[in-house]
């Protein structure tokens, strides 16, 4: 059974920071494609950061210089730095795994349950 635990959310001040982890098990973590994702109230789930098997990392705009992703094959867990929060960064953030890295980016099989961040202004 896969399983894949976020943990660090919280209320943060804008211009805080704030690092995500994603735990996971079940999964041949070093052979996955880890994504965070977000979903604001109201919107649609967003891509906001991946990183490949081998390191490989790309960013949505909005968060680009921002935010950095990052593994640790060592511990199975992903984690998502984030620096200079807004208050426009406010959501659940997810994460999410697939051993494909078309679909870690688009369709993601396998999920976290969701860590709420807020940003206040």
């Known amino acids: 059974q896969v399983q894949l635990v976020e943990s660090g959310g919280g209320l943060v001040q804008a211009g805080g920071s704030l690092r995500l982890s994603c735990a996971a098990s079940?999964?041949?973590?070093?052979?996955?494609?880890v994504a965070w994702y977000r979903q604001a109230p109201g919107k649609q789930r967003e891509l906001v950061a991946a990183?490949?098997?081998?390191?490989?990392?790309v960013y949505a705009d909005s968060v680009k210089g921002r935010f950095t992703i990052s593994r640790d094959n060592t511990k199975n867990t992903g984690y998502l730095q984030m620096n200079s929060l807004e208050p426009g960064d406010t959501a659940v953030y997810y994460c999410?795994?697939?051993?494909?890295?078309?679909?870690?980016?688009?369709?993601?099989?396998?999920w976290g349950q969701g860590t709420q961040v807020t940003v206040s202004s």
């Open positions: 079940g999964i041949r973590f070093s052979l996955s494609a």
């Open positions: 999410a795994a697939d051993y494909q890295w078309v679909k870690v980016t688009t369709t993601p099989r396998y």
């Open positions: 990183i490949t098997i081998g390191g490989s990392t």
